[in-house]
């Protein structure tokens, strides 16, 4: 116990990005019976960031490295975030892209997966995929005109907190290997560009509750 308040004090932003996840899990628990299928992906997102982040915590408590829990997660945040934009386009083109996408951003991030280190194109690719699907999605809501009040459209909130927080983390993803290499920078430095990590993170958080929140105005929202 005396190490984990150690930690918690050391490291305070973790612990508050760790807990933001459960704003959304427990918004989306009160309104599970409005929530449709792109709804349910975006609260599995939040439940398996929570359950990631409690595994990645337990590895850190023994001192152990959690580097290839950093390096898998990329893989079902693809997953995931495919899923949610799969479930909102209804042009079969768009969801063979989405798909696609997907499939190809899975497939780089497996063929480059390491233990030892932070993987490049594992946090790059997984940015650039879920930018390019929310910039996607923005362009199909301007496209279709069908949003009375974009304030009520849960899939704008989502899809404003999922791109700030990848554009905002990219250039922290695109330098990792020499941001994150405990040999060539100092822990300061470390922290400084982790806490940023940490706070766009809590941000992506707080908007994807608004959304969950958002839900139950959804069915009347759409022309």
Not at 188 to 206: G, P
Request: hydrophobic letters at 50%; aromatic letters at 20%; one cysteine or more.
């Amino acid at each position: 116990m005396d190490r984990l308040i150690d930690l918690i004090r050391r490291y305070p932003l973790d612990f508050v990005s760790y807990l933001s996840s459960i704003i959304p899990i427990c918004v989306g628990l009160l309104l599970l019976r409005f929530q449709r299928r792109e709804h349910r992906y975006i609260w599995l997102l939040f439940v398996f960031a929570f359950a990631k982040d409690t595994y990645a915590f337990w590895y850190s408590y023994w001192t152990k490295s959690n580097l290839f829990i950093l390096n898998l997660e990329t893989i079902f945040e693809t997953i995931l975030v495919g899923l949610v934009y799969y479930s909102c386009f209804s042009n079969t083109i768009s969801k063979r892209i989405v798909m696609g996408g997907g499939m190809l951003t899975i497939g780089v991030i497996l063929l480059t997966y390491t233990d030892d280190r932070l993987s490049l194109p594992s946090l790059l690719l997984f940015r650039v995929y879920s930018g390019v699907a929310s910039l996607a999605y923005f362009n199909k809501i301007l496209a279709d005109l069908r949003i009375r009040n974009i304030l009520k459209h849960p899939l704008f909130w989502f899809s404003a907190g999922l791109l700030i927080y990848v554009l905002g983390t990219f250039f922290t993803s695109l330098f990792s290997e020499f941001i994150f290499d405990p040999k060539t920078v100092p822990d300061e430095t470390f922290d400084f560009y982790w806490n940023i990590n940490n706070v766009l993170f809590v941000f992506f958080s707080l908007l994807s509750a608004i959304g969950l929140w958002c839900v139950r105005y959804d069915q009347d929202n759409v022309l």
